[in-house]
């Protein structure tokens, strides 16, 4: 039988979009705004159609209700639908309020969606926990057991903003990641058959890992990026590294991930 792509969609992360058109240059020659508005050219310009685009956050600079008008803005002119996570930068209500016009709020903002026939669940990661790291409240992980363990055959994706499991990076591993991300981690274990991976963002940087049989993978944000490396302790900017996205696409049984950067 053969193993069509079912999808294909590009993975965005922390654009960190803020309404001060300067933002971002005092880390990087360019703003965020700017660099975020190359990424939905880059993102349109593709010489291909893709089913639609997941942001895994940190969407706006700060928890800013203003910095949603910029980004909606600038985002809204992404050709494709686009489905979003909420990091720690963001504010929950008005990501859902004014970047995509709800009335109805999310909170916390978790929900799932099918794409022809691949199921995707979305997390909040920004559960109690001294930022920038993360945490997924019981709620919620009961809320994704009760989906994990029914029955269903669809290949599953799983969104979610922070790291979940160790890399031996202690930066991450101790400053950035989800706190409680063993109690995540062993939940997945459930649907690992069907778990064509997890996708995040937070570490600024293109990073995959397996634990398990379950593959974690991030992508480069659209603005500046950091290192990692075995036993680094602290937070280093990769200086000079190009942004980019990351194009996935998902069979039944496979994952494939090709990486893409621009220039800026
Ligand atoms: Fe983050």
């Known amino acids: 039988m053969p193993d069509d792509v079912l999808l294909t969609f590009v993975h965005i992360s922390d654009t960190h979009i803020s309404p001060d058109p300067d933002y971002g240059k005092q880390e990087t020659p360019h703003s965020t705004s700017d660099s975020a508005r190359l990424l939905v050219q880059q993102i ?21 209700e203003t910095a949603y008008f910029t980004a909606r803005e600038i985002l809204s002119q992404i050709q494709y639908p686009v489905y979003y996570v909420a990091g720690n930068h963001d504010k929950p209500e008005p990501l859902q309020r004014i970047l995509l016009g709800r009335s109805e709020i999310l909170a916390p903002f978790h929900y799932t969606f099918d794409v022809n026939g691949v199921q995707f669940i979305v997390l909040d990661s920004n559960g109690p926990a001294e930022v920038p790291r993360g945490n997924i409240i019981p709620e919620q992980l009961v809320w994704l057991d009760g989906l994990l363990s029914s029955m ?21 591993d101790g400053f950035m990641r989800i706190t409680n991300g063993e109690d995540f981690h062993n939940i997945l274990l459930k649907a ?73």
């Open 44 to 64: 349109n310009a593709l010489p291909f159609k893709p089913d639609f685009v997941l942001h895994t956050g940190d969407v706006a600079y700060d928890p800013d």
């Open 152 to 172: 269903d055959d669809r290949p599953l994706v799983i969104a979610v903003h922070h790291n979940a499991v160790p890399v031996a990076v202690p930066w991450l």
């Open 192 to 264: 690992r058959e069907r778990l064509r991976g997890v996708f995040f963002g937070h570490v600024h940087q293109n990073l995959t890992m397996f634990r398990d049989g379950i593959m974690y993978n991030s992508t480069l944000s659209s603005w500046g990026q950091f290192h990692a490396w075995p036993g680094l302790n602290d937070t280093v900017k990769d200086e000079g590294a190009e942004p980019g996205f990351s194009v996935v696409s998902i069979t039944r049984a496979n994952t494939y991930i090709r990486r893409y950067r621009f220039r800026i």
